[in-house]
């Protein structure tokens, strides 16, 4: 039977993990400082060092800033042929330290695009990022989580995508979730609320159960200042617009956007999406 060590077991992500090691038939060990590892049919290790020595695969569920640094403290201590695998929201800085593990360890760098709360892996996308053997390490990653879509893309390229795909949605909620929260959620409010507020509001709730700490890392993404000073700029000429009267300059814009939009989406089809969305919420 292979074995698994899950570091951060305690996490969200982590209990995730070894749930699903355990249902796929693997001996799986977890290590926490900062949480009880307490998942069914996982043995808790009693230090970081003892829980990497005999595992076939040592998957990291561990906050972003200190990822880089536990690679280098638990490499060396892996066994000859070990997988060492990431899963990481943030890659520029978590790839240089896979890059320079011993050889005797294989590096796997991916990164789940789903959260806690899925069921199963059927159909979810990973993001898989090259280190030292694209195919092979692509090769792994489908034996170890099959039934998952996976598309392969450079680490660069990969955090320039992020920013569009995470950081711009999380940024954005994280200030909707600010802005209305300072208002009192009165039961008019609910009374008067359409689809758009409800699943606007939803999604920005569900947003902030997430761990701050996963969030700052997000939204401190290098390629997210664009996006950023992009979405700034817009809000502001948008506003300006509006102060001044400016009807058709705001028309135009509405306009613009749905055009590009409308290049590669059914904007009918998400009309409708977007009331059973609400439906589901009610």
């Known amino acids: 039977m292979e074995k698994v060590t899950v570091i951060g077991a305690g996490g969200h992500m982590g209990r995730w993990f070894s749930k699903y090691f355990v249902d796929a038939g693997y001996a799986v060990t977890g290590f926490d400082t900062e949480a009880d590892v307490d998942s069914k049919g ?8 003892s ?5 076939d695969y040592v998957l990291l569920c561990t906050p972003t800033r200190r990822t880089p640094e536990i690679i280098r403290l638990i490499a060396k ?25 011993p050889a005797k360890i294989n590096p796997l760098c991916t990164h789940p695009m789903f959260g806690p709360g899925i069921r199963s892996l059927k159909k979810r996308n990973i993001i ?5 053997d694209a195919k092979t390490e692509l090769a792994v990653s489908k034996k170890l989580f099959p039934g998952a879509n996976f598309v392969t893309i450079d680490a660069a390229e990969h955090d320039k995508k992020i920013a569009t795909i995470l950081g711009l ?7 909707f979730a600010s802005v209305t929260s300072k208002t009192s959620r009165s039961q008019l409010t609910e009374k008067m609320s359409g689809p758009t507020y409800k699943i606007q509001r939803t999604l920005a709730e569900g947003i902030m159960s997430e761990s701050p700490d996963l969030i700052e890392t997000i939204i401190s993404n290098p390629d997210m200042r664009r996006h950023a000073e992009d979405l700034w700029k817009d809000i502001g000429r948008l506003l300006t617009a509006i102060q001044e009267s400016k009807t058709e300059d705001v028309l135009a814009y509405v306009r613009a956007c749905r055009e590009r939009l409308e290049e590669s989406s059914d904007l009918n089809a998400s009309y409708k999406k977007m009331i059973r969305m609400a439906s589901s919420i009610d």
């Open 42 to 49: 996982v043995e808790v290790a009693s230090s970081l060092v």
């Open 51 to 55: 829980g990497i020595l005999r595992a």
């Open 77 to 101: 201590e892996m066994k000859r042929g070990a997988y060492l695998i990431d899963i990481s929201s943030e890659k520029s800085k978590v790839i240089s330290s896979l890059s320079r593990i």
């Open 128 to 132: 898989s990022i090259p280190v030292r």
């Open 169 to 175: 949605p999380h940024l954005i909620n994280l200030c």
